[in-house]
Nanobody, 121 residues
Framework: QVQLVESGGGLVQAGGSLRLSCAASGRTFSRYGMGWFRQAPGKEREFVATIGWSGGSTGYVDSVKGRFTISRDNAKNTVYLQMNSLKPEDTAVYYC??????????????WGQGTQVTVSS
């Protein structure tokens, strides 16, 4: 079992930065690929980024490439999403997920409760 708790969301102006954290419980954290997804009001949940169990492989949706960076610290059971050059269209609830290195939400078995990110223009 893995429990995930996100933090670091908030309100930021366009062009600003935020770093999201996802703290995981469970001794098997380092075995899991991890991902970040987001869901804006009235829209479907969207893949944002993923990272392999060792941190050696990453993947991003095109709209965040060059602006967002996913990383992990297995010693701290934590995965991060550094978000720079934020745009109003990045506004969404951001979810951390564990269990895959895919861009498909249905392949992840564990989800956090989400953290709100709001980017003002």
């Amino acid at each position: 079992q893995v429990q995930l708790v996100e933090s670091g969301g908030g309100l930021v102006q366009a062009g600003g930065s935020l770093r999201l954290s996802c703290a995981a419980s469970g001794r098997t954290f380092s075995r899991y690929g991890m991902g970040w997804f987001r869901q804006a009001p009235g829209k479907e949940r969207e893949f944002v980024a993923t990272i392999g169990w060792s941190g050696g492989s990453t993947g991003y949706v095109d709209s965040v490439k060059g602006r967002f960076t996913i990383s992990r610290d297995n010693a701290k059971n934590t995965v991060y999403l550094q978000m720079n050059s934020l745009k109003p269209e990045d506004t969404a609830v951001y979810y951390c997920a564990a269990g895959s290195s895919s861009n498909k939400a249905n392949l992840y078995g564990y989800w956090g409760q989400g953290t709100q990110v709001t980017v003002s223009s």
